[in-house]
């Protein structure tokens, strides 16, 4: 059984913070990594996805991924009350046509 | 652009009702999903359809079924719907559906089976 774990939370942090969401997986062979981020009520929004190990940066957000370890994790920078919502990790396994394996979200909850 | 369209976005149904959700998509990608989520609860994949045919179904009741008109659309005819089935239903789209291609969400239809 193809896993991937998560924080449920809430997870609160002060605005101005770092705020970091963590995810594990179960399958070595997953290939493709993804952070979504769901507002209440709304679809979920692509805002990172990483491949290889190392860090990747974009903007106030970075995905980290040490595959040994399989985990994975994104750092908000910076925190702002509208980056309070669910964040999703979902991982792509191996084989031609993987499916997204969604994690249950992390609540994140940034206080002014 | 990485817009999904869904329409409509909401729908009441009753249980002898049959409807339908749409939705569409203009970048050029040949992978659609059908995903569906409950409250509190990660998406679930429905169907998937890689260059317009049928790839994946993940065992769902045939009340729901699916069809793939053309590249840019998808459709999801609804019939003999549970009250259990209330629930968002999401499309998506990436370019292909092979590992390292994101997936891009609509809006979602938010469904409600009475």
């Known amino acids: 059984q193809k896993e991937v774990e998560q924080n449920s939370g809430p997870l609160s942090v002060p605005e101005g913070a770092i705020a970091s969401l963590n995810c594990t997986y179960s399958d070595r062979v ?11 009520g709304k679809s979920p929004e692509l805002i990172m996805s990483i491949y290889s190990n190392g860090d990747k940066e974009d903007g106030r957000f970075t995905a ?11 750092l908000i920078r910076d925190s702002q009350p509208s980056d309070s919502a669910t964040y999703l990790c ?12 969604f994690g249950k979200g992390t609540k994140l909850s940034v206080k002014p | 652009d990485t817009e999904v369209t869904q329409t409509p976005k909401h729908l009441v149904m009753g249980m002898t009702n049959k409807k339908s959700l749409k939705c569409e998509q203009h970048m050029g990608h ?38 793939c008109p053309n590249s840019s659309l998808l459709n999801l005819h609804l019939h003999a719907l549970q009250p259990e089935d209330s629930a968002l239903y999401l499309c998506a789209s990436s370019q292909e559906h092979r590992l390292s291609y994101e997936q891009y969400f609509g809006p979602g239809t938010r469904l409600t089976v009475t």
């Open chain 1, 64 to 74: 980290q991924l040490n595959k040994a370890s399989q985990y994975v994790s994104l």
């Open chain 1, 30 to 40: 997953s290939q493709s990594f993804f952070w979504y981020r769901q507002y209440s």
């Open chain 2, 30 to 67: 040949r992978a659609m999903y059908w995903y569906k989520q409950k409250a509190k609860k990660p998406p679930e994949l429905m169907f998937v359809y890689s260059y317009e045919k049928l790839s994946i179904n993940e065992s769902v009741p045939s009340r729901f079924s699916p069809e």
């Open chain 1, 90 to 101: 979902a991982v792509r396994y191996g084989g031609s046509q993987g499916n997204l394996i």
